[in-house]
C-alpha cells in the first residue's frame, strides 16, 4: 500500500469515528433522563471542550460551556427525574466532515422533534458545526456550536389516526 493509500485510508477511518461519535451523541441525547450513562455522554468530548449556543435564541436559551466538567453538569440537569423529554428524537442531513491531521470538522443540520414532560411538543431546527480532534486515541467533541434555524410548539406527534394510503383496486 502506498502512502496515499495509507492517508487516505486513515482519512476515511477518522471520518467514520467522527460520524460515530455524532451519532452517539445524539443516541444517547434522544434518550437523555436519570439512566443515561453520564460518564459516557461526557467521555465523547474533549477535557478542554466547548459546548455553545450560537444565535440569539440558542445563546439565550442555552448559552456556553468550556470543559468536560461544565458540558456534564449541563447534561445531568436534564437527568433529574421525571425525565425533561417524554420523546426526543434528532435527525441529522446535510453532513460534511474534513479530517485534517488530528482535527476534524463536521457540520449537520440537524431537525429534532420533542415532547417535554408537560406534554407540550416542540420542533427545532439547528444548524451543527462541531470541531473534533484525537484525544488519547478516541475522536472527541472540541468544539460544538449548534444555531437555530427555526423553532415552534406543534401539536402531539404520535396519533392513532389511520394512515391515509391508496385503497387497491379490485
Known amino acids: 500500500m502506498t502512502e496515499q493509500d495509507q492517508a487516505r485510508l486513515r482519512r476515511f477511518e477518522s471520518e467514520h469515528a467522527v460520524r460515530a461519535c455524532m451519532n452517539r451523541y445524539m443516541v444517547l441525547c434522544d434518550a437523555l433522563d436519570e439512566r443515561t450513562p ?3 455522554l461526557a467521555g465523547l468530548f474533549t477535557a478542554e471542550a466547548v459546548w455553545e449556543g450560537k444565535g440569539a435564541r440558542y445563546a439565550h436559551s442555552f448559552g456556553g460551556y468550556r470543559g468536560r466538567e461544565a458540558i456534564r453538569a449541563m447534561f445531568s440537569s436534564y437527568m433529574k427525574p421525571p425525565a425533561h423529554f417524554a420523546l426526543n428524537v434528532h435527525f441529522l442531513t446535510s453532513e460534511l466532515i474534513q479530517v485534517k491531521g488530528d482535527e476534524a470538522l463536521g457540520s449537520w443540520v440537524m431537525l429534532q422533534a420533542s415532547t417535554f414532560a408537560s406534554g407540550a411538543s416542540h420542533l427545532n431546527a439547528a444548524r451543527l458545526h462541531v470541531r473534533f480532534a484525537l ?9 460544538f456550536q449548534t444555531e437555530n434555524l427555526f423553532g415552534r410548539p406543534v401539536s402531539t406527534w404520535n396519533s392513532e389516526a389511520p394512515l391515509p394510503v391508496p385503497t387497491p383496486e379490485e
Open 38 to 40: 453520564l460518564d459516557e
Open 135 to 143: 484525544e488519547e486515541g478516541h475522536w472527541r467533541m472540541a468544539h
